[in-house]
């Protein structure tokens, strides 16, 4: 059974830092992986979204890489900001067909101006 | 595009009411979920749909019903609702042909059930 694990589950960092979110799962054979954003309150919105085949991408201050083989990803934010302060989830889906994302418990993110 | 819509954004129902949660998407995507979101248990999948007519089971689906009459739409219905369905309820959708399979996820329903 596919799991999925984000450490830390809340991270507080000051305005201006680097930062890395981590993201491991269990099983090596997925499909893709996703990193979504939830602000409190509200619905998932997509950041970046890995195949398989990829080892990284990149949307503007954000990069998510993917190494398969170890069942990590992690998302680095550049150059943090307090607009950035907000649970970061990341999903995996086990093959083409498959409907199910299997979710992280997320990390908590707090940008302190 | 308006992406993925839900309907309402909040409800209280008292135990053993039926109502349902309504999702719709303008993407044309093919496939469509729901799933609830609970503290300490992330996100699980109840229903889904590969397209007009096909639903299938995820994970967690007793009590809930699903219908695909339309690529559009896909309600999620719940039956008799209890407490433990007390929850906050997500539609996504994505498309079927090949390539990324990004999933778009709605704004969410929160439903307690008392």
């Known amino acids: 059974k596919q799991e999925v694990t984000q450490i830390p589950a809340a991270l507080s960092v000051p305005e201006g830092e680097n930062l890395v979110l981590n993201c491991s799962f269990t099983d090596s054979a997925i499909y893709n992986l996703q990193w979504f954003r939830q602000d409190p309150g509200k619905g998932l919105t997509s950041l970046l979204l890995i195949q398989s085949s990829q080892r990284e991408q990149t949307s503007g201050r954000l990069n998510a890489s993917l190494d398969k083989s170890s069942g990590r990803s992690t998302l680095y934010i550049a150059a943090s900001q307090p607009g950035d302060s907000a649970t970061y989830l990341c999903a995996v889906r086990r093959g083409q067909g498959a409907q199910k994302l299997v979710f992280g418990q997320g990390t908590r993110l707090t940008i302190n101006p | 595009n308006a992406g993925v819509t839900q309907t309402p954004k909040f409800q209280v129902l008292k135990t053993g009411q039926s109502m349902t949660l309504q999702c719709a998407q303008d993407m044309n995507h ?46 999620l219905r719940l039956l008799s609702a209890a407490p433990s369905q007390t929850s906050v309820y997500f539609c996504a959708s994505s498309y079927s042909g090949t390539g990324g399979r990004e999933q778009y996820f709605g704004p969410g329903t929160r439903l307690t059930v008392t």
């Open chain 2, 30 to 75: 093919e496939y469509m979920s729901w799933y609830r979101q609970d503290p300490g248990m992330g996100l699980r999948l109840i229903h889904y749909s590969v397209g007009a007519g096909i639903t299938d089971q995820g994970e967690v689906p007793n009590g809930y019903n699903v219908s695909r009459s339309t690529t559009e739409d896909f309600p």
